[in-house]
Structures are given as C-alpha cells and as structure tokens.
C-alpha cells in the first residue's frame, strides 16, 4: 500500500509533549475521515488505524458479503463474486475487511490532508501554550536569554517555547545577556493573530512575593500572609506581613538571621531597599509604619478624605520623603492615604531635602561620612555651605567638593 509520509506531522506531536495520545489519534482520525466523506459521501464502514511510533496510518473498508445482484447499500455491502476474486475462501455473511489504497484519493487531496493535518497540530500545540501558561499566571519562572532587542527580550523555556519580557516590566538597573538564566514572574498571556504571547515581569508585586514565598517557608505554609506589596522598582519596596501564629514574628520572619532571607531578594532586585512592616489594622499605626525608615512625633488624621498631616523632627522630614520622593510616594499607595509632611511643630511645609546615605549609589561611604563629621547629613546642608567653607572644615579636596555639589544640585534640580 502507499502510504503517506506523516513522520513530520507525528514528530509535531511528539515535540509537543503535553499533547496526549488520544488527542494526538481523535485529530489524524477527524483528517482522515473527512477526506472519506468527499470521496465516499460517508465514512460509518471505514476504521482508520494510527501507527504514531512509525508515522504512518491504514484505513480499512468494512462490508458485508451478500449473495449477487441482492447489493443493496454499496458502500456497507459487496457481491459474493467481487469478494471471492480479493480472497476465494470468503462464504455470504462474511464480512470483508479490506485495506484502501491512500493513493486513490488522489494526490491533490492527500496533499489537502497533511495541510490541514499539520494546521490543526499547529493550533493544538498554540492552544497547549496558552493553556500551560495561563494556569500558571503568578508563578515565577526560568528562562534563557535567546534574543535583546530595545524594546523587549526574547525568553526561550525548557521546552523551546517563546516569551517575552518588556522594557516596561524590566528593572531599570537589569542588563542581560544571550545565553543568561533570568527569573521573572508570568504576567499574562495575549493573543496575537492567534498566537499565543506570554508576557513576563520582573517589576509587578507578584514579582516580589512569590520571591519573599521561596525564601521564606512560613509564608510558603500560609503561617505568615503578605498583605500588601508596594514598588517603585530598582529603587524601594514596602511590604505588610501579619502572622497568624502569635509566636512568629512576621517581620523578622521575612528579614532573616542579619537578613539572611532578605538579602538574596535584594540582589535579585538589584539592590532594591525593602521595608518589611507588620500590617495592622489601625490606620494611624499603619502610616507610622509606612513611613519607614524615619520615626513620627505626631499625625492629624481625616478618615473621611483619605488624608494625613504627618510631622516629624526636622531630621527624619528627608528621610520621610525619600529620594525623588520614593518613600513617601510608596506609604501613600500602601495606606491608600494622601500624606503631607510636615516640620514638627511648626505650619509650614518642610523644605524638601534629601538624607545623605540616599546618595550612596554616586557617593562613596568614607566621603559621606567625612560631611556627616563636620555636621552635614542631608543635600541641603551640603549646598548650604560654600566650597570654601566645606574645604575649610573636612579633609576633601576641591575638586571631590565640586562633584558633591555637582550630584546633589542634579538631584534637587529634578525635583
């Protein structure tokens, strides 16, 4: 018998590793039948057999032998005298089983057959995809650096398959390159043109807890829950914990033996800063514990409009605010409350200003030091003081006093 060479469209299949047999079968046997209802106009007496380790497929015509002339339905039944010239031994009542030649069909409709047979793997496997990964939206994953474009990087799985991770859903300290392992969580799963797209995402709050669920069992086993997770990415998360074992402490849960379960996370956000803070019920508290790393004096709350006057000593109003307004734009989003800062008991806004040890990304440590020494801990008494002054009172030389100065005007600059 001819047979059509099928062993590509099989080796779809087998590629395809979440496609079962049964699946695999009902769709060759859908192709196979359709083409037996064109020729036919009926395939109830045809049994088409799949060999899928091989890559090839018989049909088989089923008819009943029936005594000459009294051939009644010809595609169910055959002449005594028909059926005895394939086998002479056959009697009436018999039933012939006979093997169809695929080349009858032709070989423009073969050909019509493995298309449409190779279309459907296609759309199977799709469908596949998009399933696998829709189940598993949230989840964080592994993937290897095939591909960098401006715009987005191109991800290959374990098993081949494409994903792609934005520009947009990066880190902005992320750099990668081909060949590299990334982790990034699954964000959803687009259709384009019927094609699946899975998106992943390294900037989402999903991102972080499921980092914060493998690094730390309690949360893996329910015992502590992540509230809320707020992030500027790259720059400072808050996260709200609450335990329901009163015997754990949430918060150095999470942190870690000198944050030991903290730090692996940290460097897996790129030096990210991440405030854990017991959550609680008491909107007051909460805003003090947002306001992490600076310590409050007083708050004025309006429950009804959602907002809070928050005022704190003059040295903890920078630390409140944060580096482009990082902290206090994150407490707000945690709190779902509008906060102003305020300098402890007086009016008047505090002038914006920035704690020093922010800079420490552009600053070195001894330098920081060496103006905390002499009475500058924020931008703003840096740029108080004239070069002179500041060569006259630490052990810098001019030219470190100009870059300071330089680093600090950009940033108030910005804002």
């Known amino acids: 018998m001819a047979s059509i060479n099928l062993i590509e469209a099989f080796q779809d299949f087998k590629e395809a590793e979440n496609i079962d047999r049964p699946t695999m079968m009902k769709v060759v046997e859908d192709v196979f039948k359709t083409l037996l209802r064109k020729k036919y106009t009926s395939d109830d007496n045809f049994d088409v057999i799949v060999n899928a380790e091989k890559g090839d497929l018989e049909i088989i015509r089923r008819r009943m032998i029936v005594e000459d002339g009294q051939v009644e339905d010809p595609l169910a039944q055959v002449a005594y005298s028909d059926a005895v010239k394939i086998e002479p031994d056959f009697e009436v009542g018999e039933e012939l089983y006979e093997e169809i030649d695929l080349l009858d069909f032709g070989r423009r409709a073969i050909l019509a057959a493995k298309q449409t047979l190779a279309s459907r793997i296609s759309d199977l496997k799709k469908n596949v995809l998009a399933k696998k990964y829709g189940d598993r939206v949230g989840d964080i994953i592994s993937a290897e650096v095939y591909q960098v474009w401006k715009k987005e990087i191109l991800l290959l799985d374990e098993e081949g398959n494409e994903l792609i991770l934005p520009k947009s859903e990066q880190i902005p300290q992320d750099y990668f390159k081909k060949g590299e392992s990334i982790r990034a969580v699954v964000k959803k799963v687009d259709m384009k043109n019927n094609n699946p797209v899975i998106i992943l995402s390294r900037t989402s709050p999903e991102f972080l807890a499921k980092l914060l669920e493998i690094e730390v069992p309690e949360i893996f086993d329910g015992l502590i829950v992540i509230k809320k997770i707020v992030r500027d990415p790259g720059e400072r998360a808050k996260v709200a914990v609450e335990s329901y074992d009163d015997r754990i402490d949430p918060v150095g849960a999470c942190v870690g033996m000198k944050g030991s379960r903290i730090h692996g996370i940290v460097r897996e956000l790129k030096n990210e800063n991440i405030d854990v803070i017991n959550w609680t019920s ?29 005022y704190l000593k003059p040295d903890q109003v920078s630390l409140a605010i944060g580096r482009r307004g990082v902290n206090i734009k994150l407490a707000c989003e945690l709190t779902g409350y509008e906060l102003d800062v305020y300098r402890d008991n007086e009016g008047e806004v505090e002038e914006f200003d920035i704690d020093l040890e922010e800079f420490s990304d552009e600053i070195e440590a001894w330098i920081i030091d060496e103006l905390k020494r002499v009475g500058c801990d924020t931008g703003r008494s840096v740029l108080n003081l004239t070069p002179e002054e500041l060569e006259r009172r630490t052990d810098l030389e001019k030219e470190t006093i100009a870059d300071v100065r330089r680093i600090l005007k950009e940033e108030f600059e910005k804002e």
Not at 286 to 300: D, F, G, W, Y
Not at 305 to 310: E, F, K, S
């Open 282 to 310: 008491n909107i007051q508290l909460l805003i003090q514990r947002s306001l992490t790393p600076a310590k409050i004096t007083s708050m004025e709350l309006d429950n009804e409009g959602h907002h809070a006057n928050v």
